[in-house]
């Protein structure tokens, strides 16, 4: 899987090694981390683009992200589209979740979900809510779900 900063920047290490040196370097700069994780997905005719983040945030002093970028071609309901990007970003917190425990950094998952009925997306609610729960990670949804509704929303248009 293909990492990349927003410069552009290709990960040369795994995602796992880029973090913890991240952790690190922040913390003995006197940052205090937390990590939002949100995927956002754009259909462009046939193709799907699916964008995943993992933003440290330093508490009152910003933050950075790292990208994956993938397409699909399948075809799929609103619904399920919503869940495939809920899928991948519990994937991805679940790939780094035990070294945040580690360096005790807190860690959200994002769902580019509404929580307003009339919009479309809202119908994955409750389910994405479910899934992420039920993993054991803290859930925000739209309008404080930022990870997937405007930094990965920004990578896929």
């Known amino acids: 899987m293909t990492w990349k900063k927003f410069s552009g920047e290709v990960i040369q290490s795994s995602i796992l ?14 940052y205090k981390l937390k990590v939002c994780i949100g995927t956002d997905s754009q259909v462009k005719g046939l193709m799907t683009d699916f964008a995943t983040v993992i933003v440290l945030l330093r508490e009152h002093h910003g933050g ?6 993938e397409k699909s071609n399948q075809q ?3 619904k399920e ?18 070294l945040l425990d580690i360096y005790d950094v807190a860690l ?16 994955a609610l409750n389910d994405a809510m479910g899934y992420i729960l ?24």
């Open 76 to 78: 799929v309901s609103i």
């Open 108 to 123: 959200e998952v994002h769902a580019d979900i509404n929580t307003n009925p009339s919009f479309k997306s809202n119908k």
């Open 17 to 30: 090694e880029e973090i913890e040196q991240a952790i690190i370097r922040e913390t003995e700069n006197g």
């Open 134 to 157: 039920s993993m054991g990670f803290i859930f925000k949804a739209k309008p404080e779900a930022f990870a997937s509704s405007t930094c990965a929303d920004k990578m896929v248009h």
């Open 64 to 69: 950075f992200m790292y990208i994956h970028q």
């Open 81 to 98: 589209r919503m869940l495939m990007e809920v899928q991948k970003s519990i994937e991805t917190a679940y790939s780094i979740c035990d």
